[in-house]
């Protein structure tokens, strides 16, 4: 009896293990018929190589091939009913997540001065907007009071984009590409699809959000409309 209850136990082990390992391993259309089927999507992490998250209402989460950490993390937040209000994810798999009132968890090999920052800004009870960083220790926080950056040269090309367009909402910093947005316009520099840039150019929303992954972009405005290419 004891040997067959052992068996059994093997058994119920090993579905769950598959089980885990399909769900955690959904393709990028898994991701997409979510959103469709959501009709609104307020947030998304896209990446070439390390998996896709999009983001619903206050925590609903639809997350493809991304690191067991932070599908661990995020189906934590979404039981117990916690904001989830944006993710970064690079192509190495280093992540970040900001929830709740304003608060924030990270892998710990991402850039030292970031999460200095990021404890520093949390002290302060700066509220936090946008963080993003990249894989070659490039990085950016924007809250409502500050930003900071990595370098003085990534400091002033965001200065000269506010003097043109305004407060600095959010920016987007991926290997190969940088895009701000501010309250008046976007500023870009490297690796940017022209589509997306006409998408911003004719898009009716007022855009607070902007992630972008090679020829994949999505961008969203704070009720949740959005548009996407993945």
């Known amino acids: ?45 896209i990446t070439k190589t390390n998996g896709d998250v999009a983001l619903y209402g206050t925590c609903g989460y639809a997350a493809s091939n991304v690191p067991t950490g932070l599908l661990d993390k995020l189906n934590e937040l979404n039981k117990k009913n916690i904001l989830i209000d944006d993710v970064q994810l690079t192509e190495r798999g280093k992540w970040c997540i900001l929830y709740g009132k304003n608060d924030a968890t990270w892998t710990t090999d991402i850039p030292v001065g970031l999460s200095n920052r990021i404890n520093e800004f949390h002290n302060n009870n700066y509220v936090v907007r946008s963080i993003t960083f990249n894989d070659y220790g490039q990085w950016v926080i924007v809250s409502d009071e500050y930003y ?20 600095l909402w959010a920016v987007c910093l991926t290997d190969d590409a940088t895009i701000a947005v501010y309250a008046n316009g976007f500023a870009y520099r490297g690796n940017i699809p022209e589509d997306l840039k006409q998408a911003l150019r004719t898009t009716s929303f007022d855009v607070f959000r902007l992630k972008v992954s090679g020829t994949s972009w999505f961008f969203a405005d704070t009720n949740g409309n959005y548009r996407y290419w993945m």
């Open 148 to 167: 900071a950056t990595s370098s003085s040269e990534l400091t002033n090309w965001l200065k000269n984009g506010s003097n043109k367009w305004g407060r």
């Open 1 to 45: 009896m004891k040997r067959q209850l052992f068996k059994s136990l093997l058994l119920f082990l090993a579905v769950s293990l598959i089980a885990t390992s399909a769900s955690a391993q959904r393709d990028r259309n898994y991701v997409k018929n979510q959103i469709k089927r959501w009709g609104s999507c307020k947030n998304v992490a």
